[in-house]
């Protein structure tokens, strides 16, 4: 699909809002080529409040208890996943290799488990040495998710900490709000040879009237080569009032900006269930993609997936 056909169905840009013609659907009317398309989920979370410590699950009672694979795997039967990326699930600071190792021993009776982005600390000087050393001891840990303070280009610790990242071939997740994205931009253009992943759309505040700040942010990101984007945890942005016509804007935006080649689907399981069902969200995301070709839907379902995380 060339930039042109956005023209017609994308953003009112001069208004500063993000808008698209109503339609109304239903979640189970979606093509048949889609369904038959696999999907790299690139975004799954596991509790296990057994052997770990969530205590940002204190804030959300709806999901604060375990969430393991068979539910997962209940969750999303009729979604077609091929492949799964775990994601550090906010455990406590001290339990990243812990969380890491005990995915990695579920992987060995669950082989859709291709990848792992494991919890660090970048900002420990030699501790970070040592504990990016004993998670690249597992085989399947392809990236790090960590903190990412407001002076992070600028802060020797976190780029101490950046740099032993890099020098591992590690990717790293970008867990951030669009005040953050000209930082990252920053970061990221210091390690041009380390894939950066952009969490959630960059988790734009969907209340403000002006996405301005939003939208330069997503640019100036899919500027750099090595940035890419996750379209997932939209529909958790609006939470129960989420609609097709309400996300499709800002998932459109990021595909113009980002083009094929950088984008990778997520479920955000099981945090996605504080707006909806895996299902919903998935049908919705194929109901929004269906007008792209085959190349292009492989691509921003999988074969970006398996590249950028080097599955």
Not at 11 to 31: D, F, H, Q
Not at 71 to 98: C, Q, R
Not at 104 to 115: F, N, T
Not at 280 to 308: P, V
Request: proline share 5%.
């Amino acid at each position: 699909m060339n930039r042109r056909t956005f023209s017609n169905n994308l953003l009112s840009i001069s208004t500063g809002v993000l808008c698209v013609p109503k339609a109304i659907w239903s979640y189970e009317n979606v093509a048949g080529r889609l369904e038959k398309i696999p999907k790299t989920d690139t975004h799954v979370h596991l509790f296990d409040l057994k052997n770990l410590s969530y205590g940002w699950l204190k804030n959300s009672p709806k999901i604060n208890r375990n969430f393991d694979l068979q539910d997962y795997k209940e969750a999303t039967k009729s979604s077609n996943i091929g492949k799964m990326v775990f994601m550090e699930s906010g455990t406590d600071a001290h339990l990243g290799l812990k969380e890491a190792t005990l995915v990695s021993q579920l992987a060995l009776s669950e082989p859709k488990i291709r990848g792992i982005v494991a919890k660090a600390d970048l900002t420990q000087g030699p501790g970070t040495e040592k504990a990016l050393e004993q998670l690249c001891e597992l085989p399947l840990v392809k990236g790090i998710r960590a903190g990412f303070p407001k002076n992070a280009a600028t802060s020797n610790g976190f780029l101490e900490g950046f740099k032993a990242l890099a020098d591992r071939k590690l990717s790293f997740d970008l867990l951030i709000s669009p005040p953050l994205m000209a930082e990252a931009a920053k970061v990221a253009i210091k390690f041009p040879d380390t894939i950066f992943i952009l969490d959630h759309l960059g988790n734009p505040n969907v209340g403000d009237a002006d996405t301005t700040q939003w939208r330069n942010g997503i640019e100036k990101l899919a500027e750099l080569p090595n940035v890419n984007c996750k379209i997932s945890g939209i529909i958790t942005r609006f939470g129960k009032d989420w609609s097709v016509e309400k996300i499709k804007p800002y998932i459109l935006y990021v595909i113009e900006k980002f083009g094929m080649d950088r984008l990778v689907y997520a479920g955000d399981w099981p945090v996605v269930l504080l707006a909806d069902s895996y299902k919903r969200w998935s049908r919705a995301f194929e109901k929004i993609t269906e007008q792209f070709s085959d190349e292009e839907l492989h691509k921003i379902y999988h074969k970006n997936a398996d590249h950028i995380y080097r599955l």
